[in-house]
Every structure is written in structure tokens, then in C-alpha cells.
């Protein structure tokens, strides 16, 4: 208290030091924080910030200070006139905020909480999520790759003949020195192999890009999930059996899944399957137009070529790959029509999910 009565009797920069004014900081911060009015507080800041408050003083007072001490005292008597400033606002809004601020009748439990709404995953990371789930109990582990790949791991390992569409600057996004963005995972399972000897047993989510004019159906980035099952006397059984395994975790015990004969270059055989339609139950409906059906995807057994790359026997071992688009999976699951809703982020469509 001394210190304050030196100063407060005008007598300006005589005996003060810079330790002085970082109490009289303190002092101030606290009064502030004190202050239980309005009122209380523009008293405070009158004291110190006022025309005539303790700070003017001691500004005017520095020139009289030691000059060694001159240059902290003027910094800190800034800190002072910035932090009280700061702490006068902070305490004004409390008193709006009609809390008392300490902590005395601050929390008024009647007053209702303000409902800031319950966020929800994205239904494409609530697919990516729930596939890595169900692979999970049938031993699958996840793997990673690089959305920036070669040519070889994206076409070439995956036995892609070099004059195949795919390959062409309007399907693929070519970049400098032979990369491309990735334009399905596959290339993720031919690094694994390439890695590590067989057995081998990952699911590779990830994002991919593929030259694609945007519409309801189509868009230039999307996700997929693929899987590689590689093993002594892995079998197509094994595949139909595993597909089915997750469609019925994925969309419903009743779900049954229809494997139609199809071509990649990096599977033979190759399959398409599809879900019966969980909406009518396979009886037919606008959601599979009447079919019954809905077409999900693509496997079949990773072609002997494709080991031959990876330095794998094909002799020896054998393995099933499968692939599946999780927008397409999410837009059927969640009755989605369009593509591009699930990149918009607009708050009113994903609060309209069931999710
Ligand atoms: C290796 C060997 C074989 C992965 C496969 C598919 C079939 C497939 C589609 C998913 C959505 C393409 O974008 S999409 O329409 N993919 O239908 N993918 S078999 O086959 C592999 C992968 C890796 C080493």
C-alpha cells in the first residue's frame, strides 16, 4: 500500500521502479476482476486509465525515472494499460452476462442450455468405418498408400494393357514426371505385396481420382475400398462367401448377394456382384428399378500375372481381390440421389440423414 500512496499523492515517477509497476499491475488486474457493478469497475478504470489516473501519471513520471529502468518501466506500464484494458472488457461482459463472474449465482440451472445441435460422421467415413469393422473380424487389417502414385503401381502391376482407356489423359489425371493421381487403391495392395511374403489379408480404403465429369452419379474424386485375400488354396468360394459375409453386416441379415460373370485385367475370373435391394427385399422397386437387384461391385481371383509382378508363385498361392465405391455404398444405404451432396456439407442434408 505504501507504493500506492506515493503515488497517489502526485508525486509522479519519483521512487517507482519497474517491479513497482508490475504490482501495481497486479493490483490493478485484480481490482478489476473484484469489481461486482458496472459502476465498481468504471471506477477502476477511472484510477488507472482515467485522464488523471495513476497510468498518465506514470507515463509522464518516466522521464524523471532512471534511465536504466526508464525502458522496462515504459513496457510494462503498456502491458498494464493493455492487459486492464482487456480484463475491464472481460469483466463488463460478465456484468451484461448478469453473472457475477465469482462463481456466486453465475449458474442459473433454470435457464435453459443453448442446443447446439449433436454433429454425426459423414456417411462416407460411417461406411469406410463400419467395412474396416466387419473386415476386421474376419482378419483383415487396413493398409495405407500414396494418392500421388506411379504408372507402374496403378497400371502396370495391375497387368492394365498399355493401350487400355483407362490409361488416357481424359480418364486419368497425369502429372509431371509419369505420376498420376491414384485411380483406384489396387496400387496400395500391389506395395503391400511387394513388402511382405504372402499370407496377405488387407482391406485398402482411400480416396481416388479419375478424369470424370461431375454429375449425380459421377465425381472426379471419390472413395473406394478395396480387398486382397492372398493365401495357400484361397478360393472363389472363399470370395462369394466373404462378400456375402459383409453385405449382410453392412445392410441386413436378409440381404443375398448375386455374383454375375464380368472382365478386369487384373482378376480372372472376374465377377460383379450385387446386393438384393434392401428396400423391397429384392420384390422389385423404384430404388432398383424394378430389378430387385442393385449392382455394388467388382472381384474376382487376382490374376497369376498380377503375382508374377510381386514376385509371388502363383503356383503356390492364390488370392481374391474386390473393389466397391463407398458413395455408391452410402448413397444406397442412406437413399442418397446425387453424388455431389456428400461433398457440399450442407448442414440441412447431413442433419436430414437417419444417421
Ligand atoms: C490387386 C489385384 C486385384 C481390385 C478390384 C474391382 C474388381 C472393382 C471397382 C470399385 C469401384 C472400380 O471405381 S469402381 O467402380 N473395382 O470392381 N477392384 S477387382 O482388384 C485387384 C486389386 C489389387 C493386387
Known sequence: MALLFLWDSGRSGQFMNASDIAALKKQALGEAQA?????????????????????PGIMTGLKD???????????????????LAARLAARRGELQAGSAGDGAGAFDPTLPGRWRGLGARHPISRVIEETIRI??????????????????????????????????????????????????????????????????????????????????????NFHQIEGLYVDRRVSLADLKGDITYFAQRLMGADVKVRFRPHFFPFTEPS???????????????????????????GAGMVNPKVFRKVGYDPDAVTGYAFGMGVERIAMIRYGIQDIRLLYDNDRRFLESLSL
Open 35 to 55: 469489481a461486482g457493478t458496472a459502476d465498481a469497475l468504471e471506477q477502476v478504470r477511472i484510477k488507472y486509465l482515467g485522464r488523471k489516473g495513476l497510468l
Open 65 to 83: 525515472a532512471d534511465p536504466a529502468e526508464r525502458p522496462a518501466m515504459g513496457r510494462l506500464a503498456n502491458e498494464l494499460k493493455q492487459e
Open 135 to 220: 473386415f476386421d473380424t474376419l482378419g483383415f487389417s487396413v493398409a495405407d498408400g500414396p494418392d500421388i502414385e506411379t504408372e507402374y503401381h496403378n497400371f502396370d502391376a495391375l497387368n492394365t494393357p498399355d493401350d487400355h482407356p483407362s490409361r488416357d489423359t481424359q480418364d486419368t489425371f497425369w502429372l509431371e514426371a509419369g505420376r498420376l493421381l491414384r485411380t483406384q487403391t489396387s496400387p496400395v495392395q500391389i506395395r503391400v505385396m511387394e513388402s511382405q511374403p504372402p499370407p496377405v489379408r488387407i482391406i485398402a480404403p482411400g480416396r481416388c481420382y479419375r478424369r470424370d465429369t461431375t454429375d449425380a452419379t459421377h465425381s472426379a
Open 271 to 297: 465377377v460383379e456382384y450385387d446386393f438384393s435391394c434392401h428396400v423391397c427385399g429384392g420384390k422389385g422397386c423404384r430404388v432398383c428399378k424394378q430389378s430387385g437387384w442393385i449392382e455394388i461391385s
